[in-house]
């Protein structure tokens, strides 16, 4: 690891202050389960990490309930994943995102991952994390396209960028409408979650919108006012995995009518993916297991498989159904 | 002259029992020091640099400005310019320092330019490998004209990729001079009394003067007889810096150059008649381990088809050379005949346990041992109840199926000498220069001691781990507790003479009329009459009693050959391809079973071994860079606890199998998994997922080729 400075702010403010704008200069550090393994690889090498816990309120999960915001909840960016898992407030409103985050890795990491380092963690692509670059590119050329690309995008992969958004909660969060409160020198902006996310272009480029120094401080979520929010993750282990594809779905129903529908997908492309086909396709009509599987198909018609990872075309497409069937309340076929 | 043997049942105070580990609590707490964990006055961190390419010449190698660095004690080039290099992280440079950091300071600083040739370590086209190693094609019978005459016979291709060993404590050690040319090493090793030998040879020492030390040790699976280059570096750095040097491999390193077991693949024909008699085999097979060989598994395996034909062939890779992994080549053997087998069942419209029942005849010596085993496991798993034809046939997306393997092993005692002390307290001592890797050697030793002896288990104490003690043979092939059982029996049986020799005319009978039992030297007839361990030792005045004994030797205490049969029940998951293990069952024999706690543990681990290698594990390597992608445990997935499923065992004992002396039954149990949960899987979906591991890619990829993938929900 390379030697580096720490720093310990107490307000929001010094730590936008001691990050600075150089993203090769200083980092920002919250729970650091991503980060350690990240700098003792030099995957990232900063000369300084600002650690957060000190900065006050960016922990726990807050309801607010105004005369102009009905019941929103607005959770610290360094809450632990392992206290958003058993957060009742949260739990009562949306029991998909508790339990979602119940299933993170295992008990160490949750209890020190924060909400906001799950959703900013850097890629697992194992090019990226053996030191080949984000994009993993070698004399112009991918190494990606002609190498081992079994768990890598099959959506929003036409490059240079192949690796996947990891995030277990982005998907159900951005599906819940969330939206990010961001704090940096110019003050603090407010974003769709899904906004924050974008496909890099070039080596050197992140795969987030953080402006230089910003910091995410709060995840924004709405009141479910009667949605219905699931997720559906496909996992090799039982624990101490990421899912090889998730969907997360939320419906507005009228009656067995869905009036509106997100349908976002994890672990299929270098950003949580919005199925905007499977959202078109699912706006007023009746959900059933039909149409859920149509839902499957819409989402992954325009999936593109590399050389190795075909199988996860399926997998979307399944992960897609099952997640609206449990959104819907509706049993398994078969089951 | 003693006559050495194994006591009756009812003579048996301790051996048989179940008894935890007395390591357990130590290392629980944390209190067992590893090699890992030791930090001997003024150590100095060793670290090395290491090649990033598959194949490249060392073209020129700076090591300067890392001379140059304050607290950087010892720079060495272990390979210079002109060297080439033959795998990804091999080593370069080695350098120790005041820390680690310092340590990985100074190779960073250390400037090597590579002339990079292709490489080629494509484990799925090893067929386009520039150069292949044909073994001799080994033909028994007339396999030709029996497979033209067999009645049913299928044809299929088969694989599996390298998996690495992935210990716990990764390889490496300590080095410190204790003069000009005497050496302490704390080491990380299978082979305590081989290692200084090997050090000696490396270091131009004679190998008297080398003290290798392991206290404890955190698994090695058969990737660690060897004292490696890292191991000899690790002391040229120590003696280069005058100062103990520690070196241990990094995960990176661990998995990508510490060994793994060798991948295997093979095209197979097989033939029967149609009651399910085996009558024509052909195959050849094919295989990766590295620049070297890649092992020779015996295939067909245990069935020894009467009519026969097989080749293999190796086919070098620039990957580190494969090791011994657990059972080295009875896994693939296993997996490439029993996943053949289990095909042929499905042809032969057979269910599979009496296919195996049918066929024992060419089993060899272990038919009976089979066949009872066979029957307990069906018993455990509910077999003939539960079994269905491939493919189940109830309704749901999620599909259930049974499969079965049996497996052998030798594991006869090696070579060892164990010397027994009994001090002026009645405190009987073992040593012997084996080793614990976690097995229980420490505890079989000690309950192999005070049985003999009468004594219970606080009144004897093994001293092991170190190469000073009497030479013991390092722990591979499941040889260990054979040999240091068999070795402590004698030391033991010898000491009882020399004591009963001294005690006999203090109790007015002959030698042959004591035992010792029940903590007493006595007279069997009358078990009144008896001298205290203390009175007795107290005949030789002040001196402890000393006696030695050795394996191999007279007596039947240790033989060769196990067997052993698993049945597996998952299901699978025909949308995701997701395999789950609802259980497994292991029956085991191994002999006279010393501990049967930590017999029993043994199975427990070969099977959680065996199912991880078959659920998710692979030493994936880039055909792009050459390189190991799978460098830490997120990438290379070992399956956890919530993986396994419940886990039964059952050890054979009594007779039939306690006559046998004491087997080794460290590698057996690893062997079956694979085929028995691929053979589950097959009869779950009706289809036959040809390649380890069972990852959703695989179990979908095999549902695709057979156009039964459930792509829309059936209505």
């Known amino acids: 690891m390379q030697p580096f400075e720490l720093a310990s702010p107490k307000t929001r403010e010094q730590a936008v202050r001691l990050r600075g704008t150089d993203p090769a200069q200083a980092t920002f550090l919250a729970g650091g389960s991503d980060l350690l393994g990240l700098m003792k690889d030099r995957i990232e090498t900063p000369g300084r990490v600002v650690y957060l816990k000190g900065v006050g309120g960016l922990v726990g999960v807050r309801s607010e309930k105004t005369e102009k915001s009905g019941g929103r909840l607005r959770i610290g960016a360094l809450t632990t994943v392992d206290d958003l898992s058993a957060d009742a407030a949260l739990g009562f409103e949306y029991a998909a995102i508790t339990a979602a985050a119940g299933r993170v890795a295992g008990p160490q990491i949750r209890n020190v991952a924060t909400l906001g380092g799950n959703l900013l963690q850097r890629p697992r692509c194992w090019y990226f994390r053996n030191g080949f670059g984000l994009l993993a590119q070698r004399d112009g050329k991918s190494m990606v396209v002609d190498g081992d690309n079994r768990y890598h995008a099959i959506l929003g992969n036409e490059g240079p960028a192949y690796f996947v958004q990891p995030s277990t909660l982005a998907p159900l969060l951005i599906a819940a409408g969330a939206q990010v409160v961001l704090f940096g020198s110019q003050g603090e902006r407010w974003l769709d979650l899904e906004r924050l996310y974008r496909i890099p272009k070039a080596e050197g480029e992140r795969e987030h919108d953080l402006r230089p120094g910003e910091m995410l401080t709060e995840v924004v979520l709405p009141p479910a006012a009667g949605r219905k929010l699931a997720s559906y993750e496909v996992r090799q282990r039982q624990t101490l995995d990421w899912s090889l594809a998730t969907a997360a779905v939320s419906l507005e129903m009228d009656g067995a009518k869905v009036t509106r529908a997100r349908v976002i997908l994890g672990q299929v492309a270098p950003v949580p993916w919005v199925a905007t086909e499977a959202e078109e396709l699912l706006k007023g009509k009746t959900l059933d297991h039909d149409l859920a599987a149509k839902a499957g198909e819409a989402a992954v018609a325009k999936a593109k498989a590399l050389s190795q990872n075909k199988y996860k075309i399926q997998l979307a497409r399944v992960a897609v159904k099952r997640a609206l069937i449990a959104a819907a309340g509706l049993t398994e076929e078969g089951a | 002259m003693v006559d050495y043997f194994w006591p009756e049942a009812k003579d048996r105070h301790l051996i048989g029992q179940r008894i935890s580990r007395l390591d357990g609590p130590a290392k629980a707490s944390g209190r067992a020091k590893y090699t890992y964990d030791l ?599 070992m399956a956890g606890i919530a993986d396994v499923g419940e886990l039964v065992v059952r050890m054979m004992t009594g007779p039939g199998y306690d006559e046998r002396g004491v087997i080794g039954v460290g590698e057996p149990p690893v062997v079956s998994p694979g085929p028995a949960m691929a053979n589950a899987v097959a009869n779950a979906i009706g289809v036959r997922v040809p390649f380890l591991p069972l990852s959703p890619r695989r179990v979908l990829d095999a549902l695709e080729a057979a156009g039964t993938a459930v792509k829309k929900e059936t209505v």
Not at chain 2, 135 to 141: I, S
Not at chain 2, 263 to 273: L, P, Q
Not at chain 2, 355 to 366: E, H, R, V, Y
Not at chain 2, 403 to 425: A, F, K, M, Q, Y
């Open chain 2, 39 to 637: 930090l001997p006055q003024g150590m100095l961190w060793g670290k090395i640099l290491r090649c990033p390419h598959a194949h490249a010449k060392i073209k020129s190698l700076d090591v300067s400005a890392a001379e140059k660095m304050p607290g950087v004690k010892a720079v060495r080039v272990i390979q210079g310019p002109g060297t080439e290099i033959q795998w990804a992280l091999d080593e370069v440079v080695g350098v120790a320092a005041t820390s680690e950091a310092l340590a990985e300071e100074a190779l960073r600083a250390v400037k090597v330019e590579y002339e990079v040739l292709p490489h080629f370590v494509n484990e799925a086209n090893l067929e386009k490998a520039p150069k292949v190693d044909a073994g001799a094609e080994e033909v028994v019978g007339d396999p030709d004209a029996a497979m033209a005459a067999a009645e049913v016979k299928i044809k299929g291709t088969y694989g599996m990729p390298p998996v690495a060993h992935n210990c716990m404590e990764a390889h490496g050690q300590i080095c410190e001079w204790t003069g000009p040319d005497t050496l302490n090493a704390w080491c990380s090793t299978q082979a305590v009394a081989g290692l200084a030998g090997q050090f000696a040879e490396g270091l131009g020492i004679p190998a008297a003067n080398v003290h290798v030390v392991t206290d404890y040790m955190g698994g090695g699976y058969g990737s660690k007889f060897s004292v490696d280059r890292w191991g000899i570096e690790c002391a040229k750095l120590a003696k280069l810096a005058g100062a103990p040097v520690k070196l241990m491999l990094d995960r990176r390193a661990e998995i990508t150059v510490a060994g793994d077991r060798p991948s295997a693949y093979g095209e197979i024909e097989v033939g029967a008649k149609k009651d399910g008699t085996l009558v024509a085999w052909s195959s050849k097979s094919w295989a990766s381990g590295g620049p070297g060989g890649a092992g020779n598994p015996p295939i067909p395996y245990i069935f020894q088809v009467p009519n026969r034909r097989h080749k293999h062939s190796s086919v070098p890779t620039n990957r580190a050379s494969a090791r011994a992994w657990r059972a080295p080549n009875h896994p693939q053997g296993a997996f490439l005949t029993f996943s053949a087998l289990d095909d042929l069942a499905a042809a032969l419209g057979m269910n599979p346990l009496d296919f195996f029942i049918q066929n024992l005849s060419i089993t060899g010596q272990l038919e009976k041992v089979y066949r009872e085993e066979l029957q307990v496991a069906d018993d455990l798993m509910g077999w003939r109840q539960r079994w269905h034809p491939r493919g189940d046939s109830a309704k749901g997306l999620v599909k259930r199926g049974l499969g079965l393997s049996i497996h052998t092993w030798g594991g006869r005692g090696h070579r060892s000498n164990c010397e027994v002390t009994v001090h002026p307290d009645g405190i009987a001592e073992a040593k012997i220069a084996t080793q614990d890797l976690g097995t229980g050697t420490r505890t079989v030793i000690a309950i192999v001691l005070a049985d003999s002896l009468g004594l219970p288990l606080d009144g004897v104490k093994v001293s092991l781990g170190d190469s000073r003690y009497p030479a013991s043979g390092g722990s591979g092939g499941s040889t260990t507790v054979g040999g240091v059982s068999s070795s402590t029996r004698r030391a033991a049986q010898n000491l009882l003479a020399t004591l009963f020799e001294k005690a006999a005319p203090e109790l007015g009978v002959t030698a042959k009329d004591l035992e010792a039992a029940e903590g007493k030297i006595r007279v069997k007839s009358e078990p009144g009459k008896s001298l205290s361990w203390r009175q007795a030792l107290a005949l030789f005045g002040q001196t402890p009693v000393t006696a030695t004994g050795a394996n191999p030797g007279t007596g039947d205490l240790t033989s060769s050959g196990v067997g052993g049969v698993q049945m597996a029940d998952v299901s699978v998951d025909v949308e995701t391809g997701v395999v789950r293990v609802n259980k497994m069952v292991a029956v085991q024999d191994c002999g006279l079973i010393v501990d049967l706690k930590t017999a029993e543990s043994q199975v427990y681990g070969g099977m959680i071994m065996g199912i991880s290698a078959a659920l998710s594990e692979e030493k994936v390597l880039d055909p792009v860079t050459g390189q190991v992608l799978t460098t830490d445990f997120e990438a290379y997935k």
